[in-house]
């Protein structure tokens, strides 16, 4: 088994899972500066094989593949960042799109076929996703710079009635890109598509909402917004929520990624397969706001009304369960129960806590020193009293 990008949030997790079910592992990443901060250590078993490595250098993946040939690749290395996207273009374009036929450009040189490539996309393929106004079922127009300077935070229907999101889903919604980064992601999918219908192989693409957990960076800004407002209400500032405090997200747990993943790759697709990996439920950001400040005993958190070009109303995930990852379905969906923040008792409050009531610093050897925040310590303490009556 080949991650790349196996070294990440997400890699690391999938890692540790893998070889506990006897998977032998091979990791590929460029470690990063931006997710790998210095002092952070790299969460992976001594079992598994780190090749350093940068998936838009050839010579890189041909060392890989002469040392080891992998029966599957599950393909993480990705730039991540929506608004980062807009002024970095080329640098996700370049590990995204070329990072990834760059990997079968490899795989061909080395005449290797895997029994299945696995590709991590993201839910921002599907853009806006459908809207519905009255009987009428629509795709509108990315949000406009102009739209968002007037506050026009919402589509509106063909003949300007107001209008209502749907959940996306792979088998109902065409995915239609807003940005730059969800323009890559969509790339990758065809890109692999296309490769391994030439090669009669398989591949297994799962569509993830927004993950959050433990092991996700707390000093890169670009990780998401959960492991963010954590940072900030830790220094005790109020948190700002863009837009009119209604953009909803769907907040799908690690464990739940991992299990996803680690199914996709122990039950090989048939043909091609494309799943949606969420929980199912819509969660505003004022909401989350409001849960993280709440935690943190940070300021009421504040609605400003800015906003970040390319970015989408209203996500989320259908919430029907279907069969998990089963190895004939072409589409389906994954429903999870870990995000609920209507529940004064979630596992999200925990979890951001968690990582909240911590700090790193770097002793004078460059190894990283915890500082645990006695006052936040007791407060997680009181929380997980809650949360094991709830």
């Known amino acids: 088994m080949l ?4 070294a990440g949030f997400i ?11 006897g998977y032998d592992v091979a990791v590929m990443d460029v470690l990063h500066p931006q997710v790998h901060a210095r002092g952070r250590s790299i969460d992976l078993p001594a079992s598994v094989r780190l090749f350093t490595g940068d998936v838009t250098h050839a010579p890189d993946w041909d060392a890989v593949l002469r040392l080891f040939e992998p029966s599957q690749v599950v393909h993480l290395a990705a730039e991540t960042g929506t ?3 807009l002024s970095e273009a080329t640098r996700h374009g370049s590990v995204n799109v070329v990072g990834t036929t760059q990997l079968l450009d490899a795989l061909s040189r080395s005449a290797l076929v895997p029994d299945q490539l696995v590709l991590a996309s993201s839910r921002a393929v ?5 809207w519905q106004s009255g009987a009428e079922v629509f795709y509108p127009r990315p949000r406009s710079h102009a739209q968002l300077l007037a506050g026009e935070w919402d589509p509106q229907g063909p003949a300007g009635a107001s209008a209502t999101p749907l959940s996306s889903c792979a088998d109902r919604t065409e995915p239609r890109p807003t940005n730059i980064y969800a323009g890559t992601k969509l790339a990758q999918e065809h890109l692999l598509a296309s490769w391994a219908a030439a090669h009669d192989t398989n591949l297994s693409v799962l569509r993830l909402q927004n993950v959050y957990g433990p092991g996700q960076s707390l000093t890169n800004s670009y990780t998401g917004i959960v492991t963010l407002f954590a940072r900030l209400a830790r220094t005790k500032q109020a948190l700002e929520v863009y837009e009119d405090g209604r953009i909803v997200r769907d907040f799908v747990f ?6 996803a993943l680690f199914a996709a790759v122990h039950t090989p697709a048939t043909e091609r397969r494309t799943l949606d990996i969420g929980s199912g439920t819509a969660t505003t950001i004022h909401e989350l706001a409001h849960k993280v400040a709440d935690i943190c005993a940070a300021p009421e958190p504040v609605v400003v009304g800015k906003f970040r070009d390319g970015t989408c109303a209203r996500r989320v995930a259908i919430s029907r369960p279907q069969s998990r990852a089963s190895g004939g379905a072409r589409s389906g969906h994954w429903k ?8 004064g008792s979630t596992k999200t409050a925990r979890i951001v806590f968690e990582q909240a009531a911590t700090s790193a610093s770097i002793d004078k050897r460059g190894h990283p020193v915890i500082a645990v925040n006695p006052e936040l310590r007791q407060c997680f303490s009181n929380l997980t009293q809650k949360c094991r009556k709830a």
């Open 254 to 259: 690690i464990d739940d990624v991992v299990d």
């Open 126 to 130: 599907y853009g806006e996703g459908a």
């Open 83 to 85: 608004a980062q996207s």
């Open 11 to 21: 890699g690391s997790a999938l890692s540790n899972r893998l070889v506990q079910a």
């Open 336 to 343: 999870t129960a870990y995000m609920r923040c209507s529940n």
């Open 3 to 6: 991650i790349s990008g196996g």
